[in-house]
């Protein structure tokens, strides 16, 4: 059943913009077809178009049910920014691997320095309805790495990506039974050498994937693989 986005009014759903559009234009819905709505909340609205109008149509809510795509703890990724090609890579992998939340970060080796937030919205909606997530994850806008250094305090474990880290140590015990993790990961230029200790000295958890160099989103997708799976999220 198809996936849209919309916003609630009253008993009724409203699908709109580029919603709407896909699902008149491109799909070519009429009323009485099914599909699944989200409001951005916990849950999934089963419901029949009921009226398709110019701009927009309204939906009728048959059922209600939990959404079970939900991740079940707290992963949120802080990916140095990368380049585009890498970028289109990473952000729907992080979504459907379950982060609840990405922060792009600046730092030394950090050669792109913009955040297109249309284009970010738009790849979020686009990966949620693709691994059948009803709450959209937020990309926060860009920081620099110091203030990255700041917010990571707040969390259980950092789990860090380093490297320069001689041995393949990652432990399970890390992030097992915690609920709020962050996991960070370079770009295709890595940290430095003082980054990564600043990031050690804070209580990163730092290892390495191997003796083999890994392009950014290749490891990122490792790492939240990993972390999504001994988490148990």
């Known amino acids: 059943m198809r996936r849209f986005f919309g916003r609630k009014e009253n008993d009724f759903i409203i699908i709109e913009d580029n919603e709407y559009d896909h699902l008149r234009k491109v799909l070519r819905m009429q009323e009485d077809d099914k599909v699944i709505a989200c409001i951005n909340d916990e849950y999934d609205y089963y419901c029949t178009i009921s009226k398709l109008n110019k701009n927009n149509c309204l939906l009728k809510i048959d059922e209600i049910k939990i959404c079970p795509a939900l991740?079940?703890?707290?992963?949120?990724?802080?990916?140095?920014?990368p380049k585009k090609d890498y970028f289109d890579a990473i952000l729907p992998k992080a979504i459907e691997l379950g982060v609840s939340e990405i922060y792009f970060f600046t730092s030394e080796h950090t050669m792109t320095k913009n955040l297109k937030r249309e284009r970010v919205d738009n790849q979020v909606i686009s990966a949620c309805k693709q691994c059948e997530r009803s709450k959209l994850v937020n990309v926060h806008d860009l920081i620099d790495f110091e203030k990255m250094l700041v917010l990571l305090r707040d969390f259980d474990v950092i789990i860090f990506a380093n490297e320069h880290e001689k041995t393949n140590n990652f432990n399970i015990d890390w992030?097992?039974?915690?609920?709020?993790?962050?996991v960070v990961i370079g770009n295709?230029?890595?940290?430095?050498?003082?980054?990564?200790?600043?990031?050690?000295?804070?209580?990163?958890?730092?290892?390495?994937?191997?003796?083999?160099?890994?392009?950014?989103?290749?490891?990122?997708?490792?790492?939240?693989?990993?972390?999504?799976?001994?988490?148990?999220?």
């Open 71 to 81: 991740p079940r703890r707290n992963i949120v990724l802080f990916q140095m920014l």
């Open 175 to 182: 992030v097992s039974g915690k609920e709020k993790i962050a």
């Open 188 to 233: 295709e230029g890595g940290f430095s050498e003082k980054e990564s200790n600043k990031i050690i000295d804070i209580g990163g958890k730092s290892f390495s994937l191997g003796k083999r160099i890994l392009r950014c989103d290749t490891a990122t997708t490792a790492v939240l693989t990993l972390v999504g799976v001994f988490s148990n999220n």
